[in-house]
């Protein structure tokens, strides 16, 4: 999937009322536009990032944009948008439009947010409401409740195929003032999808944003930039009478790996590897082998309960790798079943899980056909 990103920063932020271009207000240090768009360089491995300036800025564009495209913005939002749209690549084939003044969009809802809208055309990141909706009119009377399981707040980032945001900024010209491209597209005849928004990213448009995106950053700090590495490891014996379960499934063979669960080594490696990238201790301590609620445990199960864990930590899986020490049988035809098995466990698409199998050339008991090994490593990062 080819997938680029406009972010829009073509306005100056008049209701922020400072003497410099709203973006360019530093927020904890760093200027407001360089996180949002570190966010999207570091976020998602786009095929390019297009950021569309008010003209004094594009003339001159500081040097922390380099590595992306900088176009003149316009009068309006859809302008700007426009204007970016037509250096998009031809390969293109998901667009994601991003508000420059929400920089503390995480990878987490980009990536859901192209996903959907690779599936269905069209989708925004929203926040359903909370509090009671009500309507007023000019002289401040309540004209109606609004059934608030039907309002949802909008955010960016916005993604749309390419067909589709052709259609809504061919719209643009003649609608008056759109507040998002959603709304260009819907009046284009396109169905929007909502993902789940988050709450923290917020969009700064007075100073009193600015404290509370503070406050976020410093309750929420954005994790490194490599997100958070965890390594595991895992060994059973082999012994006749036993099936061999590996990332779930089971392969045929003479011999089956020995253990008080499934034994199966790569969830057991898997689980150990996601849970030390969250600092969240090891298999043995959460699911102990003396305890008979996990005497023939499905380990795909265990990992699911492991990622679980991450997620209450506000973690979740970027991808893992895993090596699988076996002398026979070969696992190159199960290869497939067992990634699909365990990107399930895992939450992710199975190109982030790759399975990998070796023998021991013979030596050792691993090279003996005694025993069966696996190496994994994993990546986490914040949802
Ligand atoms: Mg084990």
Redesign the pocket.
């Given at each position: 999937m080819h997938v680029s990103a406009i972010i829009a920063a073509g306005g100056r932020g008049s209701r922020f009322g400072s003497a410099q271009p709203k973006q360019l207000v530093e927020l904890a240090g760093i200027p407001i536009l360089k996180r949002t768009v570190d966010a999207f360089l570091q976020g998602y491995p786009f095929d390019e990032v297009i950021v569309a300036l008010p003209e004094e800025l594009a003339v001159n564009p500081p040097s922390y944009l380099d590595d992306v495209m900088v176009v003149t913005g316009g009068a309006r939002r859809q302008d700007s948008v426009a204007n970016a749209f037509r250096e998009v690549a031809p390969s293109s084939q998901v667009i994601v439009v991003h508000d420059a003044a929400r920089p503390l969009v995480t990878a987490a809802l980009i990536e859901r947010t192209v996903n959907a809208a690779y599936q269905h055309g069209a989708a925004i990141a929203a926040l359903q409401a909370r509090d009671t909706v009500k309507r007023g009119d000019a002289s401040r009377i309540i004209r109606g409740t609004l059934p608030r399981e039907e309002i949802f707040l909008a955010q960016t980032p916005q993604a749309f195929r390419v067909g589709v945001l052709r259609d809504a900024l061919a719209l643009a010209s003649t609608a008056s003032d759109a507040t998002d491209e959603a709304m260009l597209a819907e009046q284009a005849g396109h169905h929007v999808h909502l993902v789940d928004g988050d709450p923290r990213n917020l969009k700064i448009t007075t100073p009193e944003d600015l404290v509370l995106a503070e406050t976020a950053l410093q309750h929420h700090p954005r994790p490194a930039r490599t997100g958070r590495a965890g390594i595991g490891y895992?060994l059973?014996r082999l012994v006749e009478g036993r099936p061999l379960i590996l990332g779930g499934i089971t392969i045929p063979a003479d011999r089956g790996a020995l253990?008080h669960s499934d034994?199966d080594?790569i969830c057991?490696a898997i689980t150990d590897a996601v849970l030390g990238a969250a600092s969240l201790g090891d298999?043995g301590r959460h699911f102990p082998d003396n305890d008979p609620r996990w005497k023939d445990a499905s380990s795909l199960d265990l990992l699911r309960r492991a990622v679980a864990m991450l997620a209450d930590e506000g973690l979740q899986v970027g991808n893992v790798d895993v090596t699988v020490i076996l002398e026979r049988p070969k696992i190159k035809d199960h290869v497939d079943a067992i990634r699909a098995a365990l990107a399930d466990a895992l939450g992710v698409g199975v190109d982030r899980v790759s399975v990998k199998g070796k023998t021991n050339e013979g030596v050792d008991a691993v090279g003996r056909g005694e025993a069966i090994a696996a190496h994994a490593i994993a990546l986490v990062r914040s949802r």
């Open positions: 895992d059973h253990g034994a080594v057991h298999i």
